[in-house]
C-alpha cells in the first residue's frame, strides 16, 4: 500500500498492522462526524428516528475504539515500534480517545433530541445550533484530511483555527429568549458539546502533528510554534 | 578365459535388466497416474533393483561354485586314481596330479603319458567340462530366475528405493567388515604364532632376559638367549634421541607457521615441510649412513668423544629429521585450530603476541599437540629402514646413545631373511617381537587419538 | 542481580551516585578525527568524527558491514592484528594520539578494555581467567592482592555470589551469560577507563542479555562504554547516546532518546524502524 511516507518495511506484515490502524482510525473519524452531523440535524429538525439511528451507532464508534487500541498494543508487544512508527502508534492511540469523546458528545446531542420530541420541545431554538455546527464539522474533516495525507501544513491550519469559538461567541451575544428555562439549559449543553468537537478536532490535529513532525506543540503559544516548525506556515 | 566371458554375459544381463525394470516401471508410471500416484520411487531404482536382483544371486554363485569346483574334481581325480594305481604319499599324489593337470589342459608333459595318467586326464577333462556347462546353466537360470522375480515385483507402491538403499547398505557393511576382518586376521595369526613360539622359549626369558643371542639350530630346540630387553632398551634409546630432535623443532615450526609467518611464506613453507615426509626411508637411511653418521664420528673425535659412525645416535637423528613434518604439520593444524577468540580475547587485555602464544594458544593446544607426539613416537618405534642402516644392529643392553643398538624391528627383519625354517624359534621370535611392537605401538596410538579427541570436543 | 547495590562497602555505590550515569559530564575520553579504515584496497570506514565522552555509554548501530565493528575496533587498536588493515586520520585517548609511534599498543588495550560477541573464556579456571591480565600487567603485588582483584572484578561483574565456591573451576564450564559476564569482568580486573563490547549478548538467551544489559548500565558509573549492537531495543535500553552507521559513514549521533522518537536522519528512520532495504 505504502501508504506511509517512510516508505516500506522489510516485513510486509507490520506494513499491514500499521495500515489496518491508520484506516480503522480515519474510518472512526467518519463515522464520529457523521455522528455528530447527523445529531444535530435530528436536534434541529426534531427527528426521532434519525436520533435513535445515531444512538445506535455509538456502539459502532465505541467498537472502532477497542479495536484500534487492541491493534496498537499487539503491535507494541510484537514489533517494538520506533522513530515514526512509534509516533504513528501513540498518535492514534491518544486520537482514539478524543474521536470517542467525538461520538459521545454526538450521542449526548442525539438523545436530548429524543428527550425533545418525547416531551413535545420545540425545535426552534435549536435552529441555531446549524451555525456553529458547520465551522465544527468542517474542522473535524480538515482534521481527518491532514491525519489521512500526513499534510503537516493543514495539521498546524486546524490547530490554530479557533473561527468556531467566534461563532459561539456572536451566538452567545445575540442569545434567544427561551422561556423554558429547562429548554435553556439543554441548548446551552448542545453548544457546548459542539464546541468540544472542536476542541477535540484540534487535539486530533496535534496529535497528527506529532505523528509527521514528532513535535509535541501542545500548550504552545503561536510564536513557539513558528519556532518548533519551521517552513510551516502559521495562519 | 571362459568365465571371463561369462562375467562379460552377465553384466550385459544386467544392463538389459536395468533397461527393463526402467521401461516397466516407467510404462506404469503413465499409466498410473488416471488412478492415483505414480510410482513410489523414481525409475532408475526399478531399473537397478531388477539389475541387481539379476546379477547379484549370479555372481555369488558364480563365485561359490569357482573355488570349490577345482578341489571336488581333484578329491574326484584323486579318488579314481589311488584304486587303479594303488596308495601313494601325499608326495606322489600332489607329483601326479601336477602331471594329470596338466595333460588335460593340453599342455603336454615330459615322459612318456601312462595309461592310469591318460584316463585320470581324461576323466579330469570330462569333469571340467560338465562342470563348466552346469554352471553356465546353472548362472543363466538364476540370472533369469532373479530378472522374473524382481521385474514382477515392480508395483507402483512397491519401494524400490528403499530395497535398493538397503543393499547399498550392506555392501558397505561388508566393505569395512574386509578391513576389520583383515586386522582380526593379522591379530589372530600373529598370536598363534607367537604362542607357538612361547612353546620353546618361556615368556618370562622373552619379556625379561637381558640377552639377546638366538642361535641357530637344526634340532628346532630353543638356543641361546631370547630376551627382548636389549631391543627394547635400542628402540627407546633411538626413539628418544628422535624425539628429542622432532618435537623442539617441529613444534617451534608449527608455532613459527601458525603464529608469525606471513600468508604467504606459510604457504610455500608448508608444502616445503611436508616434503621431507614424503621422502622414502630407505634414503634416509642412506643418508644416515654415509652422510650424518661419518659427521656425528669426526665431530665425536674432535671434541673426544667416540661416537660410532652407526649409532643410537645417528639413526635418532636422521629419524628426528623425518619427523619433523609429522610433528610441525599435526601442531600447525593444532594451533590454527585455538579459535581466533581467544588470541583476541588476550590481545583485547594488554598480552604481546608471544605472551599469548605462551599462556593461551599453548595451553589450549597442548592436548592436541601431545596427541601429535605421541603418534610421532609410535611411528619412531615402527620405524624400520633407517635403524636398518645406521644403528649398527648390536643389541646389547646398554644405555649409550653413541654405541650401536639394535631395536625390535632391525631384529624382525634380521630374523626372517636369510634361509630359515618358519617353523623354528628363531623365526618365530619375530612374531613375538612383531606382537609386541603392534601392542605398544597401539597403546600409543590409542591414548594419543584419545587425547586428540577429547581435545576437539573443546571447541566445537 | 543487583549485586553491586546489595554489597555496601562495594566502590559503585557510594562513590558515584545514579545521576552521574544519566547526566554525562561532557569531557571527552576518545576523540575521532577524519579516521578512514582500509582492509587492502577496499575503505571500510570513510572518514569519521565522533568524541566519546567520559562515563557515557554509546551504542554504534547499523546494518550488517556499515562499519561499526571496524570503527570499535580502532579504539583499542585490534584492527592491527588484521592483516591488510590501514587506519588513517587521529585518534586521541584523553588528548593522546593513540596511533602515535610511540604509543605502546599493549598498554592502550589495558586502558581500553574489549568485550567479544561470542563470550571466550579462556580453558583455564574462572580464577585465572581474571587473573590473566592483573598478571600480564603486574597489578597485584601479592597473592592475597591478586584475590582481591579477583574478587571484586567477579563482585563488580555480578558474577561473584554465583562462583566464589567454584572459582577453580574451569571458565568454559559456566552457561554463556555467565562466561561472557566473566570476560567482563576479566576486562574490568585491568582496571581500563573504557570497555569496548562488540555484540556482547548476540549469543546469549534474553535472561542473560538482560543481566549484562543490567550490568552495562552499572558499569557506566565507572567506565565509559562503546557498544556495538544489532538489538536496536537493546541500544535504547542501555546507551546514552547512539551513533548510527551506514556503509562506512557516520549517519547521525544523537541522545539515544532522540535517535529512538525522532531521528534526524532518514537513513537512521529506516534502519530503526526496520524499513530498510
Known sequence: MGRFPQGRHSSAQFDDELNSIHSHLLEMGRLAMQQVQRATTALTTGDLTLASRVLFDEAQVDRLEKIIDEECALVLARRQPAAGDLRMLIAASKGVADLERVGDEAAKLASMAEDNVRSGTSVAPYTMLHQLSVPVLALLERSLEALSRFDLQLAVEVTVDRRYRDVLGELLAKWPKVADRGAMIDLIWALRSLERVGDHARNLSEQAIFCISGKDIRHLSRDQLMDLLPGVSVP | ?460 | ?277
Not at chain 3, 576523540?31 to 584496497?41: L, N, T
Not at chain 3, 556495538?228 to 551513533?243: D, G, I, K, L, P
Open chain 3, 1 to 277: 542481580m543487583n549485586m553491586a547495590n546489595s554489597q555496601p562497602g562495594s566502590m559503585m555505590t557510594n562513590t558515584l551516585g545514579k545521576a552521574a550515569s544519566q547526566q554525562m559530564s561532557r569531557e571527552v575520553t576518545v576523540s575521532a578525527q577524519d579516521v578512514k579504515v582500509y582492509y587492502g584496497d577496499t575503505q571500510a570506514i570513510k572518514g569519521i568524527n565522533l568524541d566519546i565522552y567520559r562515563n557515557e555509554v554509546i551504542a554504534f548501530i547499523g546494518p550488517s558491514g556499515c562499519g561499526k565493528s571496524t570503527f570499535l575496533r580502532v579504539l583499542n587498536r585490534m584492527n592491527d592484528t588484521i592483516d591488510g588493515c590501514r587506519v588513517e586520520g587521529k585518534v586521541t585517548l584523553d588528548g593522546e594520539d593513540i596511533y602515535d609511534k610511540s604509543l605502546d599498543v599493549v598498554l592502550l588495550r589495558a586502558r581500553v578494555g574489549m568485550v567479544f560477541q561470542k563470550p571466550n573464556p579462556f580453558p583455564k579456571s574462572i580464577f585465572e581467567n581474571i587473573a590473566y591480565g592483573p598478571r600480564l600487567h603486574g597489578l597485584a603485588s601479592s597473592k592475597t592482592d591478586l584475590e582481591g582483584i579477583v574478587e571484586s572484578s567477579l563482585k563488580r561483574a555480578g558474577l561473584w555470589n554465583e562462583v566464589k565456591d567454584r572459582l577453580d573451576q574451569p571458565g568454559t564450564g559456566l552457561s554463556g551469560g555467565q562466561q561472557q559476564r566473566l570476560c567482563i569482568a576479566r576486562t574490568i580486573a585491568v582496571s581500563p577507563e573504557m570497555i569496548l563490547m562488540d555484540e556482547p549478548c548476540s549469543a546469549l538467551d534474553p535472561i542473560a542479555t538482560a543481566k549484562v544489559e543490567e550490568l552495562i548500565s552499572e558499569l557506566s558509573r565507572e567506565y565509559t562504554i562503546a557498544i556495538v549492537t544489532h538489538s536496536m531495543q537493546q541500544a535504547a535500553r542501555v546507551s546514552h547516546r547512539t551513533a548510527y552507521f551506514h556503509l562506512g559513514d557516520l549517519i547521525e549521533v544523537n541522545a539515544t532518546d532522540k535517535v529512538f522518537t525522532q531521528p534526524e536522519h532518514e537513513l537512521t528512520e529506516a534502519y530503526i524502524t526496520g524499513r530498510f532495504g
Open chain 2, 1 to 460: 578365459m571362459t568365465n571371463w566371458m561369462l562375467v562379460a554375459v552377465l553384466l550385459g544381463v544386467m544392463a538389459v535388466a536395468y533397461h527393463l525394470g526402467l521401461t516397466r516401471s516407467r510404462v506404469m508410471a503413465r499409466a498410473g497416474n488416471a488412478r492415483r500416484a505414480a510410482m513410489h520411487s523414481r525409475p532408475g531404482y526399478y531399473g537397478a533393483l531388477v539389475a541387481l536382483w539379476c546379477g547379484l544371486p549370479a555372481f555369488l554363485v558364480f563365485a561359490v561354485w569357482n573355488i570349490a569346483e577345482p578341489s571336488l574334481i581333484r578329491n574326484a581325480v584323486v579318488t579314481m586314481l589311488s584304486s587303479e594305481a594303488g596308495t601313494m604319499t601325499s608326495q606322489q599324489v600332489g607329483i601326479a596330479m601336477q602331471r594329470i593337470e596338466s595333460i588335460a589342459s593340453g599342455f603336454g608333459v615330459a615322459g612318456d603319458v601312462t595309461p592310469v595318467e591318460a584316463a585320470a586326464a581324461a576323466e579330469m577333462a570330462r569333469l571340467q567340462a560338465i562342470g563348466f556347462y552346469t554352471k553356465i546353466a546353472l548362472v543363466m537360470a538364476i540370472v533369469l530366475g532373479g530378472l522374473v522375480f524382481a521385474y514382477r515385483r515392480i508395483k507402483p507402491d512397491f519401494r524400490a528405493r528403499n530395497h535398493v538403499e538397503q543393499i547399498v547398505r550392506i555392501a558397505m557393511f561388508l566393505a569395512s567388515g574386509v578391513a576389520i576382518l583383515t586386522t582380526v586376521g593379522i591379530v589372530l595369526s600373529m598370536v598363534s604364532e607367537t604362542l607357538r613360539f612361547f612353546s620353546f622359549v618361556s615368556p618370562l626369558d622373552f619379556f625379561f632376559g637381558t640377552v639377546w643371542d638366538p642361535r641357530f639350530s637344526t634340532t628346532g630346540a630353543a638356543g641361546g638367549g631370547y630376551g627382548i630387553l636389549p631391543l627394547l632398551s635400542g628402540t627407546l634409546l633411538v626413539s628418544v634421541v628422535a624425539m628429542t630432535v622432532a618435537v623442539p623443532v617441529g613444534l617451534m615450526t608449527a608455532i613459527f607457521l601458525a603464529e608469525y609467518a606471513t600468508p604467504r611464506f606459510r604457504s610455500i613453507a608448508k608444502p616445503v615441510i611436508e616434503v621431507l615426509a614424503g621422502i622414502p626411508t630407505i634414503v634416509y637411511g642412506v643418508f644416515a649412513l654415509i652422510v650424518v653418521g661419518p659427521f656425528f664420528s669426526s665431530v665425536g673425535a674432535a671434541i673426544g668423544l667416540e661416537i660410532r659412525a652407526t649409532s643410537a645416535l645417528t639413526a635418532g637423528f636422521v629419524m628426528g629429521i623425518m619427523l619433523i613434518p609429522f610433528i610441525s604439520s599435526l601442531s600447525d593444524d593444532i594451533i590454527t585450530q585455538v579459535p581466533r577468540s581467544l588470541r583476541d580475547a588476550s590481545m583485547g587485555l594488554g598480552a604481546t603476541r608471544s605472551e599469548t602464544i605462551r599462556r593461551v594458544v599453548l595451553p589450549a593446544a597442548l592436548p592436541g599437540v601431545v596427541g601429535a607426539v605421541l603418534l610421532a613416537a609410535s611411528r619412531a618405534i615402527g620405524e624400520t629402514m633407517i635403524v636398518v642402516l645406521a644403528a649398527g644392529n648390536s643389541p646389547v643392553l646398554q644405555g649409550n646413545p653413541f654405541e650401536a643398538v639394535s631395536t625390535v624391528t632391525v631384529t624382525i627383519v634380521n630374523q626372517l631373511t636369510g634361509d630359515q625354517d618358519f617353523a623354528s624359534p628363531q623365526s618365530l621370535v619375530a612374531f613375538a617381537l612383531g606382537l609386541t611392537l603392534f601392542v605398544i605401538t597401539l597403546g600409543l596410538n590409542v591414548v594419543a587419538l584419545y587425547i586428540v579427541r577429547k581435545y576437539r570436543e573443546q571447541y566445537d
